[in-house]
């Protein structure tokens, strides 16, 4: 039987890099880290030994987010900083904050959101919403922490997905975004020219509150056991029977970020278990 529940991080279950630069003096912004993949990503940075500062338009998840790390017991190495990725204002009081807690090095836009309905008759508002979210805030930031990124030899991690490399029907503005997101991401590589680098992360489905929550209704619209729609709807051509967690992403990012990536350099982490590789 699959289980829905996202259990609370552990400390031991983190991975600690092995890295100079994985000092407190050093700041890694973490946007989306209210919930599910960035705040795994917020608290395993601090784990590591990073500054974080955890970025979300959700209060009440970015303080879950803190408590989580107070009880990893790095409570002080993680500043949550509420902020609306739409905003353009807020996009600036981001790295100003940044800036504020350290050496601002390391860059994860991480924060996302789905809408699914046909194309002809797609909603604009959301059609747009996504695209600012996805799309303009990960370059927009960029822009704004560039200076920082390149006087640290800093890097920009961009969270991508499956749907940056092929797509499903009624999701047009997520598989458009996530496609813009490698070709940012590439961008920042030509642009970094070896002072900055860039890398996005691809998975398939992980279990975050984002997919789990949504099982339970989809099994009964569909008249499916859950078992069912996690291994035919969600894991689809996937060569395994369950989904990545949180962290797993999230030690993608800083195996990225380390001395580890040091040749990574606006290429595609692709961590699908076959899912868009193979087929039956
Ligand atoms: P999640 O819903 O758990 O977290 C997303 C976070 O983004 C939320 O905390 C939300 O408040 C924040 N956010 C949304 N709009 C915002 C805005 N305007 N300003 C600031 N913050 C905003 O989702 P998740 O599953 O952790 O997804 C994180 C990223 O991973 C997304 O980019 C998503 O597309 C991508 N992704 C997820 C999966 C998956 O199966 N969960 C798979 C591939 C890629």
Same mark, same amino acid.
């Given at each position: 039987m699959t289980?829905?529940s996202?259990?609370?991080i552990?400390?031991?279950?983190?991975?600690?890099?092995?890295?100079?630069?994985f000092?407190?003096?050093?700041?890694?912004v973490?946007?989306?880290?209210?919930?599910g993949?960035?705040?795994?990503?917020?608290? $395993?940075?601090?784990?590591n030994g990073? @500054?974080? &500062? +955890?970025t979300?338009v959700?209060?009440?998840?970015l !303080?879950?987010?803190? #408590?989580?790390a107070a009880?990893?017991?790095v409570?002080?190495?993680?500043?949550?900083?509420?902020?609306?990725?739409?905003?353009?204002?807020?996009l600036e009081s981001?790295?100003?904050? $940044?800036r504020?807690?350290?050496?601002? @090095?390391? &860059? +994860?836009?991480?924060?996302g959101?789905?809408?699914? !309905?046909p194309?002809? #008759?797609f909603p604009?508002e959301a059609?747009d919403?996504?695209?600012r979210?996805?799309v303009r805030?990960?370059?927009?930031?960029?822009?704004?922490?560039?200076p920082?990124?390149?006087?640290?030899?800093?890097?920009v991690?961009n969270?991508?997905?499956v749907?940056?490399?092929?797509?499903?029907?009624?999701?047009?503005?997520?598989?458009?975004a996530?496609?813009?997101v490698?070709g940012?991401?590439?961008s920042?590589?030509?642009e970094?020219?070896?002072a900055?680098?860039?890398?996005?992360?691809?998975t398939?489905?992980?279990?975050?509150?984002?997919?789990?929550d949504?099982?339970?209704?989809?099994?009964?619209?569909?008249?499916?056991e859950?078992d069912?729609?996690?291994?035919?709807?969600?894991?689809?051509?996937?060569r395994?029977?369950?989904?990545m967690?949180?962290?797993?992403v999230a030690?993608?990012?800083?195996?990225?970020?380390?001395?580890l990536g040091a040749?990574?350099?606006?290429g595609?982490?692709?961590?699908d278990?076959?899912?868009t590789?193979?087929?039956?």
């Amino acid at each position: 039987m699959t289980e829905l529940s996202v259990e609370p991080i552990e400390r031991e279950a983190i991975h600690e890099f092995d890295d100079d630069r994985f000092t407190r003096e050093r700041v890694c912004v973490v946007t989306g880290a209210a919930s599910g993949i960035g705040r795994a990503l917020a608290l $395993a940075a601090a784990v590591n030994g990073l @500054t974080v &500062l +955890a970025t979300d338009v959700d209060e009440d998840g970015l !303080a879950e987010t803190h #408590s989580h790390a107070a009880r990893l017991e790095v409570g002080d190495a993680v500043e949550p900083f509420v902020a609306d990725l739409t905003d353009d204002d807020d996009l600036e009081s981001i790295a100003v904050a $940044a800036r504020d807690l350290g050496d601002v @090095t390391f &860059l +994860a836009n991480v924060a996302g959101l789905q809408h699914v !309905a046909p194309l002809e #008759s797609f909603p604009l508002e959301a059609y747009d919403r996504l695209q600012r979210v996805m799309v303009r805030a990960p370059f927009v930031l960029s822009r704004h922490c560039w200076p920082n990124l390149e006087a640290t030899d800093g890097c920009v991690g961009n969270m991508a997905s499956v749907h940056g490399h092929y797509v499903t029907s009624g999701k047009v503005a997520y598989n458009v975004a996530k496609f813009a997101v490698r070709g940012l991401t590439q961008s920042i590589a030509a642009e970094g020219d070896g002072a900055v680098r860039s890398f996005s992360v691809s998975t398939g489905y992980v279990k975050t509150p984002l997919v789990t929550d949504q099982i339970p209704e989809t099994a009964a619209q569909r008249g499916l056991e859950v078992d069912e729609v996690v291994e035919d709807v969600m894991l689809g051509q996937a060569r395994t029977d369950d989904m990545m967690t949180p962290l797993e992403v999230a030690h993608q990012f800083l195996f990225g970020f380390s001395d580890l990536g040091a040749h990574l350099n606006g290429g595609d982490l692709l961590l699908d278990d076959g899912m868009t590789l193979t087929y039956d």
